[in-house]
């Protein structure tokens, strides 16, 4: 018991040594989708492309993934005036 196994999945073994390396924690594999999404939006990928891309079922679970930052929030109503 609490015997590492050998092999494993080498995304996440990559994923886990670049973090280490970086000094990134509380990042996981899962992580890079909401990532992955937040910048498709910041970069005017509309929500029912990405909902395809991403093979989410509903508006609902894109906007889950899909966060955007105060200071785009703030650059888009910028272009509005």
């Not at 970086?22 to 910041?42: E, K, Q, T």
Request: positive net charge; charged residues 20%; proline residues 4%.
């Amino acid at each position: 018991m609490g015997e590492k196994k050998e092999g494993g999945n080498p995304i996440t073994k990559a994923h886990q040594t670049a973090c280490r390396r970086a000094g990134i924690v509380d990042f996981s594999p899962h992580s890079w989708r909401h990532h992955w999404a937040s910048w498709m939006v910041m970069t005017g990928c509309d929500l029912v492309t990405l909902m395809r891309l991403g093979g989410w079922s509903s508006p609902a679970m894109v906007q889950r993934y899909a966060a955007v930052s105060a200071d785009h929030m703030a650059e888009a109503i910028k272009r509005l005036t």
